[in-house]
């Protein structure tokens, strides 16, 4: 066989490459030209690359273009190897973690949910294996690639520019004005193609990636700003039936959810019992996310409006004295009081109670808790309990009560989606209930007080197989399915109909002293959403609120009209400018 000269002079091959190596001959040739260092940059950068291509079956410039960013700023202070780790590291977690959010809430990760570490830290019931893979591959990484760290010279301050752009790019959409961060935006959907999709967040990240996903959710959050709306064109409904102000105790309840039809009956089912009138409202979301439920029992006003009506966004930006049932029930006389038990700063609860009307605060650090896991509901009761019968006899009492013992993950067991575990959780919460409430009545017979009591699960929990399996939602209510909760995901298009039946919570009203009165509170409020509650409570008051009157008005309507209105948003219904004037 007949010998080939290699380029270098020293090897040999076989004849039949003859037709192939002269078509490396100009990459050997560039190899003798370009900086020793240059394919050791490149080698990790098309490996980032061929990498996303092959994980994402595709090469979609967004998704690649904030992924070469990221490795950017992580190459100017890495090892270009461990800055490569990094980066697939983090991005794969934060991947698996929106995952995770998506899969117990049908809510992806956002750009604020990183800036509540403290919050996501109470929520270990949810890490898993590769939660903690990910995050020792992304840690390990950085500490290797410091320890490794190449020498500064002038060559490696040569990539700063490059290192400077995702920082500098994040600065823009936080902190720049509109004129200039709309150029910023222009440059990403003319260029890229990288269009946000606000409205659509599950589709925001299948385009951008998670990395460009997180980017545009890191966007300043526009305080409304007041201005004329016609909110109060509908006309005020007028009470006219006796009203004594009540005390009243509202109890948000965490997970609470037991279905009408039997498909799906737990044990908070036995409060029809025990007293209490059942009918069922809308929550505003599913699984998770008790802030947004809560800011909607509270305040009375859809928290879809405003992207992250939530405290986390508005806690610093809310007005002392902002308008809300809390604040109706102090003008009116009451003392208020917002009790959870759970910690302060969960949701950022002791920044926005002391503006929404409550006189006091409590939380768990005030309580005995001592045991491992969600904190009993029975501590957040002793302490109503107690704080109630310190009052002056006759004066008038609000509390605004919220649980977490029946708060999510639940453990899966034998195929059977977490229902045990959860029902078993819920039944000890009812229990304690149960204690609560007829001590809580003798307490306010003896104080010459009659007392209402309104219940209402903040969501459904996240039991997305077991409600398949119990018949609450069928497959068209997905577009993805699994053998585990965390499998499911809801379809992007849900009818008005299906919305309303994945919001359906139970309502929960007890009235000892005028029973029909809370079974009609029931019927009123039957398949409407759960902004329309504080309505009708604040109807239980002789002290007139045009707002209030006004809601109650809206809430009139057929409740699948309604449901058409939340699935086009509630934006016309009730303009950014009414929420200015009501909470900022």
């Not at 977690?93 to 949910?113: Q, S």
């Not at 893979?133 to 992304?138: A, P, R, S, Y």
């Not at 049932?325 to 009116?332: N, S, Y």
Request: charged letters at 20%; a neutral charge.
């Amino acid at each position: 066989m007949r010998k080939l000269i290699h380029p270098a002079g020293d090897a040999a091959a076989p004849l039949g490459l003859v037709q192939i190596l002269p078509l490396f001959r100009p990459l050997y040739l560039l190899h003798r030209r370009w900086p020793a260092w240059l394919p050791r940059i490149v080698a990790p950068l098309l490996t980032l690359i061929v990498g996303h291509i092959a994980a994402d079956t595709g090469v979609y410039p967004p998704l690649l273009f904030f992924s070469l960013l990221l490795f950017g700023f992580f190459a100017f202070f890495l090892q270009r190897w461990a800055a490569l780790f990094a980066t697939i590291g983090l991005e794969s977690l934060l991947n698996v973690v929106t995952a995770i959010k998506e899969g117990m809430t049908d809510e992806p990760l956002v750009a604020r949910d990183l800036l509540a570490a403290g919050q996501g830290a109470a929520l270990t019931s949810y890490l898993d294996a590769e939660v903690v893979g990910w995050l020792v591959v992304t840690v390990l990484a950085i500490g290797i690639g410091l320890w490794r760290q190449p020498p500064w010279n002038r060559r490696r301050l040569g990539l700063l520019p490059f290192a400077l752009i995702l920082p500098l790019m994040l600065l823009v959409r936080v902190y720049a004005p509109h004129e200039i961060n709309r150029y910023q935006n222009a440059f990403l959907e003319d260029q890229l193609g990288a269009h946000y999709l606000s409205y659509n967040f599950h589709e925001n990240i299948r385009s951008n990636g998670i990395l460009g996903h997180v980017f545009f959710t890191a966007e300043s959050v526009e305080v409304p700003e007041r201005g004329p709306h016609d909110f109060y064109a509908v006309a005020p409904m007028q009470s006219s039936e006796p009203t004594v102000a009540p005390d009243v105790v509202m109890i948000l309840c965490e997970a609470c959810f037991t279905s009408q039809d039997g498909r799906f009956s737990t044990p908070i089912a036995q409060l029809t019992q025990r007293g209490f009138s059942l009918a069922s409202v809308v929550s505003p979301v599913f699984g998770g996310g008790t802030a947004e439920a809560e800011s909607e029992f509270l305040i009375g006003l859809p928290s879809s409006v405003l992207p992250g009506i939530d405290y986390q966004n508005f806690a610093s930006a809310y007005r002392d004295k902002a308008d809300t049932l809390a604040a109706l029930f102090k003008r009116a006389g009451y003392q208020t009081f917002g009790i959870h038990n759970f910690h302060a700063n969960f949701w950022k609860r002791e920044d926005t109670y002391p503006k929404f009307g409550f006189n006091e605060m409590h939380f768990i650090d005030e309580m005995q808790w001592e045991e491992k896991g969600w904190p009993a509901d029975r501590l957040l009761y002793d302490k109503a309990l107690s704080l109630y019968g310190k009052q002056p006899k006759r004066s008038r009492t609000f509390m605004f009560l919220v649980t977490v013992h029946t708060h999510g993950a639940y453990a899966e067991k034998e195929g059977d989606g977490g229902r045990g575990d959860y029902e078993k959780r819920l039944a000890e919460a009812v229990a304690d209930l149960n204690r609560f409430v007829p001590k809580l009545e003798a307490k306010a017979k003896a104080r010459g007080r009659k007392l209402m009591f309104m219940l209402v699960g903040d969501h459904k929990p996240s039991l997305s197989k077991a409600f398949v399996d119990a018949g609450v939602f069928d497959q068209s209510y997905f577009r993805a399915t699994g053998a585990r909760n965390g499998d499911f995901r809801f379809a992007l298009n849900l009818t008005p109909q299906q919305r309303a039946v994945r919001g359906e919570v139970p309502l929960f009203v007890r009235y000892a002293a005028e029973p029909m009165r809370a079974k009609a509170m029931g019927q009123t409020l039957a398949g409407r959403p759960m902004f329309c509650v504080p309505a009708v409570i604040a109807q239980q008051l002789p002290y007139r609120d045009r707002y209030f009157d006004t809601l109650a008005a809206r809430c009139e309507r057929d409740p699948a009209q309604l449901a058409d209105e939340a699935a086009s948003g509630w934006q016309r219904e009730f303009p950014r400018a009414l929420f200015a004037e009501r909470l900022f």
